[in-house]
């Protein structure tokens, strides 16, 4: 039991500083400080994405297989990060 926890405390660890590279403050502009607003008034509302959907947008930009702004806003983050940033917002 006690290594479960100790595992579980890690892993959250990990996926912590993994999200706080990404900066959300350089998101809100386009998408609203609750995620409420349709970046361009073209973009999903991202409050209603899974966090499946997300991280899958977010890898897609970065990939180049979506073209849009949001590909230079992704390139410098790794894919690890950009998932975990996909767990802290969405449903």
């Keep these: 039991m006690k290594k479960i ?3 579980s405390i890690a892993t959250l660890g990990l996926v912590t500083a993994a999200s706080a590279a990404v900066n ?8 609203g400080a609750d995620w409420s607003k349709k ?7 991202v409050a209603d994405m899974s966090h499946a959907d997300i991280a899958a947008k977010l890898l897609a930009f970065k990939a180049g297989t979506e073209g849009t702004i949001m590909k230079n806003m ?3 983050y790794s894919n ?6 996909a767990q802290t917002i969405g449903k």
């Design 5 to 7: 926890i100790i595992a």
């Design 39 to 45: 970046a361009m008034n073209k973009s999903m509302v």
């Design 74 to 76: 992704v390139k410098k």
């Design 80 to 85: 690890e990060e950009l998932e975990a940033f």
């Design 24 to 31: 959300a403050a350089s998101c809100t502009g386009c998408h």
